[in-house]
């Protein structure tokens, strides 16, 4: 009993190890109990949805446009650090009804509202924000905005402008009225990115209208992945 020690010194020096680890892996430990958790969704309607003059740089008035936007909440116990949305692939409805990727748009980071970051600093716990998808010009003032899609193209038809972080020169993030499927992934520093499927429909008609506009012009719902 001696060479090996009584049992306190056993209990010590198993005492001593769980310190030891609990101090090493502390932040791991933690990270099972204490974890943000994202919920992405959309109503199209305000505030998600919202009516938004674009006007330049001196104030002056270029053209009315809808913008849809997803709110992003933090439903887990700790914050979540630069938090980013990622644009990964999009797809067209067929005729037939079945789904092809749109080859031209480029995978890219979405805007944060009203910032243009790609990384939102932190999202605390019972919190949201709102990230911008897609916005829909009035099409009498598209050109003034370098948004027309490729010609030939109707002038009076909408058409969607992605908000990604960096405007292609080839304009792939503009897209012409049909029903769309955009997969987005979530993530933070310290939480596994969430991938959702954004629903969108676009008609093809302008209203001069915020209500209208959100009722019969456009369409976003989320759902989770097929």
Same mark, same amino acid.
């Not at 001593?16 to 974890?35: G, N």
């Not at 998600?48 to 439903?75: A, H, K, Q």
């Not at 997969?183 to 008609?205: C, E, H, M």
């Given at each position: 009993?001696?060479?090996?020690? !009584?049992?306190?010194?056993?209990?010590?020096?198993?005492?001593?190890?769980?310190?030891?680890?609990? @101090?090493?892996?502390?932040?791991?430990?933690?990270?099972?109990?204490?974890?943000?958790?994202?919920? *992405?969704?959309?109503?199209?309607?305000?505030?998600?949805? *919202?009516?938004?003059?674009? !006007?330049? %740089?001196?104030?002056?008035?270029?053209?009315?446009?809808?913008?849809?936007?997803?709110?992003?909440?933090?439903?887990?116990?700790?914050?979540?650090?630069?938090?980013?949305?990622?644009?990964?692939?999009?797809?067209?409805?067929?005729?037939?009804?079945?789904?092809?990727?749109?080859?031209?748009?480029?995978?890219?980071?979405?805007?944060?509202?009203?910032?243009?970051?790609?990384?939102?600093?932190?999202?605390?716990?019972?919190?949201?924000?709102?990230?911008?998808?897609?916005?829909?010009?009035?099409?009498?003032?598209?050109?003034?905005?370098?948004?027309? %899609?490729? @010609?030939?193209?109707?002038?009076?038809?909408? @058409?969607?402008?992605?908000?990604?972080?960096? @405007?292609?020169?080839?304009?792939?993030?503009?897209?012409?009225?049909?029903?769309?499927?955009?997969?987005?992934?979530?993530?933070?520093?310290?939480?596994?990115?969430?991938?959702? !499927?954004?629903?969108?429909?676009?008609?093809?008609?302008?209203?001069?209208?915020?209500?209208?506009?959100?009722?019969?012009?456009?369409?976003?719902?989320?759902?989770?992945?097929?």
């Amino acid at each position: 009993m001696n060479s090996w020690g !009584t049992p306190a010194d056993w209990l010590v020096a198993i005492g001593t190890l769980i310190v030891a680890a609990v @101090a090493v892996f502390q932040e791991t430990i933690r990270a099972w109990f204490y974890h943000p958790a994202f919920r *992405v969704s959309v109503k199209t309607e305000p505030p998600d949805c *919202v009516w938004m003059p674009f !006007t330049r %740089p001196d104030g002056t008035f270029v053209s009315d446009s809808v913008y849809l936007r997803l709110l992003i909440e933090n439903i887990g116990n700790a914050t979540a650090r630069d938090v980013e949305v990622y644009a990964a692939e999009l797809r067209r409805r067929r005729a037939d009804n079945t789904w092809e990727r749109v080859a031209t748009f480029p995978p890219m980071n979405l805007k944060w509202a009203n910032l243009g970051l790609i990384y939102f600093p932190s999202i605390s716990p019972e919190m949201g924000k709102h990230c911008d998808v897609a916005h829909i010009a009035d099409p009498a003032n598209r050109a003034a905005l370098g948004e027309a %899609p490729l @010609a030939p193209y109707p002038a009076g038809r909408t @058409a969607m402008a992605f908000d990604l972080m960096v @405007a292609p020169n080839h304009r792939g993030r503009i897209v012409r009225p049909a029903e769309y499927e955009l997969d987005v992934l979530v993530a933070a520093q310290n939480v596994r990115p969430l991938r959702k !499927t954004v629903k969108l429909r676009l008609p093809g008609d302008w209203y001069a209208d915020e209500q209208r506009m959100l009722r019969d012009g456009v369409g976003i719902t989320v759902e989770d992945p097929r």
